[in-house]
């Protein structure tokens, strides 16, 4: 923010607050073009095929604990009396989660005018995608029966049956679905432009025909932007929306249970705010390592990665609340059970988890609070991964601790998961990362056209003062 | 059909192409366009382009989704499938409310999308814009206006004569 670089020019240039430096180090707009579209186009990094190796011995992992789930049933997991819903749902609930945070970049950041989310939404919106995917492979599998799934949707069948559409867990595949497929139509929107400039570098044939094809003839025509704006305006705006309803939905699936710890009225706030925190969290991780490998610290800045840290620091804050409330309504209830079940998820033998969840998820983000921190790569990326541990365990808390004492105490158990329970949970993470990893490689990970149209350049009143950009093209420098 | 003839002309800034646009639309040409990296602002006003319809597209999908998905729930538990499930009554509206709302974005999501590729003719693969290298910059940091040889106001000396005058740089006549 020095001033003297800009000093040595003689047409003085209005300064630039800080908050709208969304791209530093002086890049031009074919710089920007380059360094995110070289990504896809250079010889394959020996690193890449390091990690595509190791996310594909992870999904291997998933893919045989799947087939044994499905050869031997769901048997094989440890669900035993009472606790008969434990990991597969706590994983459904985590993956959609960690979702959210790229639903809410791409669309209510959209709407609010958060300029800075262009550097990081396409990433996001992929991470929403994959991790919708990781999540419907739960609901999914845990079934039981998979051949049968198709019992979820309202298909005319043989038995002229139909779905109850009073349970919340049909609410769920319409909310998922919904979700799933509005996101992947929103990136996809996103990538059109950005697909067009991958053809119009193609070197080769093929690459000239597959970005050609997915790129469906976009010639960056104004009367095209016209319509794709709208596009976008009207899909950021159901997007919104929808984000908050699915977990809100997803909360249902317990809220509207007469459970004693799942019976509660502040779960859809609750889950939102949680699944922002994890989502972001998510984001955090995994920007800080595509910045750090491709060189992109002058588009995704330790300013993009601060913001997110405050909103880290904002959604962990609320789901403190939450967890907070939640005792004292219990209390204040006066609900013997609602009582009993908090105290012993605390207290009880899983107050392990429910102490993990809350180092993790209140004390962690509490760092933020100090610019310095919010600011250090390596304190966000372990803090990142501290929360997105502590929200893991918080579905699990919830579910499993309010399951494992049913009213009788010969209905008490305790929940232990299998060999198979773990490698289906690590298995989804390859699942997750081998989708990620094929992104970074093959698409641009960074919204390209949106980037440009929020540099200065890109304003058509910036002319006045480009003479003065080409005789001094330090003038970004100075944030370097 | 007969060959598309574009006229089109190189400008290396957003405010270059803006003027440019108007100077076209005050000269009378309709049949004409920008080629940008990304959406100019203002240009939409030079070139007089109208207000997107999409809404109204949307707005339609929506509405099927919402009636359709109230309607096939409605109809599937209390004509199709009667089942008391909880003591509830087989019209429950309340928990129809989810499945409703997530059917309305659903369709309404699809109507955007889709109805912005019909409105914009897309996907189209054989425009001469994309027929040669000489416009490949347009999704880097060119930015091109074209005008169709159909223009009542076109004549190619005039026209390119236009374009000259007001900045344009590697005027060449493109064909599909």
């Not at chain 1, 609930?93 to 262009?118: C, D, E, N, P, Y």
């Not at chain 1, 995994?286 to 405050?310: A, P, S, Y």
């Not at chain 1, 610019?371 to 990142?384: A, E």
């Not at chain 2, 602002?41 to 099927?64: E, F, N, Q, T």
Request: net charge positive; proline share 6%; glycine share 8%.
């Amino acid at each position: 923010m020095s001033a003297p670089s800009i000093a040595t020019t003689k047409i003085p240039i209005p300064p630039t607050p800080p908050d709208e430096k969304l791209v530093t180090g002086g890049l031009t707009f074919s710089d920007v073009t380059n360094l995110v579209s070289q990504v896809t186009e250079q010889k394959t990094p020996r690193n890449w095929y390091l990690a595509f190796a190791f996310s594909l011995a992870l999904l291997g992992v998933f893919g045989v604990s799947v087939l044994w789930l499905l050869w031997e049933g769901t048997g094989v997991w440890g669900l035993q009396q009472p606790v008969g819903w434990a990991w597969d749902i706590t994983n459904f609930v985590f993956w959609v989660g960690i979702g959210h945070a790229g639903t809410l970049i791409s669309a209510i950041l959209f709407l609010f005018r958060q300029k800075w989310r262009t550097s990081v939404n396409r990433a996001a919106e992929a991470m929403t995608i994959f991790a919708v995917i990781c999540a419907l492979m739960f609901p999914g599998l845990h079934v039981g029966r998979i051949w049968m799934a198709y019992y979820l949707f309202p298909l005319p069948n043989q038995m002229g049956m139909w779905p109850n559409f009073r349970s919340p867990l049909l609410w769920d595949v319409f909310a998922v679905g919904t979700y799933f497929t509005v996101s992947l139509l929103f990136w996809y929107v996103g990538l059109v432009p950005d697909l067009a400039t991958l053809r119009d570098r193609a070197k080769t044939r093929t690459r000239a025909l597959v970005y050609g094809l997915l790129s469906l003839g976009w010639r960056g025509s104004m009367r095209h932007w016209i319509n794709y704006e709208k596009a976008y305006l009207i899909l950021a705006g159901i997007s919104t929306p929808l984000v908050l309803s699915v977990h809100t939905i997803v909360s249902f699936d317990f809220a509207t249970s007469v459970i004693p710890g799942w019976h509660t009225t502040i779960f859809p706030p609750y889950f939102v705010a949680g699944a922002i925190f994890s989502g972001f969290a998510m984001v955090v991780s995994l920007m800080v390592i595509t910045r750090q490998v491709f060189g992109f610290k002058d588009l995704v800045t330790l300013d993009h990665l601060e913001k997110m840290n405050k909103i880290i620091l904002l959604t962990g804050t609320m789901v403190g609340y939450a967890y907070a409330m939640e005792f004292f309504i219990a209390w204040y209830s006066g609900s013997l059970y609602e009582r009993y079940a908090f105290i012993n998820r605390a207290f009880g033998p899983y107050a392990w988890a429910y102490w993990t969840m809350i180092t993790c998820n209140v004390i962690s983000p509490q760092f933020f609070w100090f610019r310095k921190f919010r600011r250090s790569i390596p304190v966000m990326f372990v803090l990142s991964i501290v929360v997105n541990i502590g929200m893991w365990f918080e579905r699990f808390v919830i579910i499993v601790t309010s399951l494992h004492r049913d009213y009788l105490p010969g209905s008490w158990g305790y929940f232990m998961p299998t060999i198979w329970d773990i490698g289906l949970f690590v298995g989804s993470f390859g699942l997750f990362f081998t989708l990620f990893v094929l992104f970074l490689r093959f698409l641009p990970v960074i919204a390209v056209s949106e980037v440009k149209g929020v540099m200065p350049e890109a304003d058509p009143h910036h002319h006045a003062h480009e003479e003065v950009e080409e005789k001094a093209p330090l003038r970004t420098a100075e944030a370097s | 059909m007969a060959k598309e003839r574009l006229l089109v002309a190189e400008f290396d800034t957003p405010a270059e192409i803006v003027a440019a646009a108007k100077a076209l639309a005050d000269a009378g040409y309709r049949r004409f366009d920008a080629h940008t990296p990304f959406p100019v602002h203002g240009l939409d006003k030079a070139m007089r382009i109208p207000h997107s319809k999409l809404g109204w597209i949307v707005l339609a999908h929506g509405l099927v989704g919402a009636i359709g998905g109230f309607a096939l729930q409605t109809w599937s538990s209390t004509v199709a499938y009667p089942m008391v499930i909880g003591g509830k009554p087989y019209f429950s509206f309340q928990a129809f409310v989810p499945v409703t709302f997530a059917l309305t974005i659903l369709l309404s999501a699809f109507g955007a999308v889709f109805g912005m590729l019909f409105l914009n003719g897309l996907p189209r693969w054989n425009h001469p814009m994309l027929n040669s290298r000489h416009t490949a910059r347009m999704t880097d940091d060119k930015f091109y206006i074209s005008v169709e040889a159909r223009d009542p106001q076109f004549d190619e000396t005039r026209t390119r004569e236009l374009l000259e005058r007001v900045g344009g740089k590697r005027i060449a006549i493109l064909e599909a």
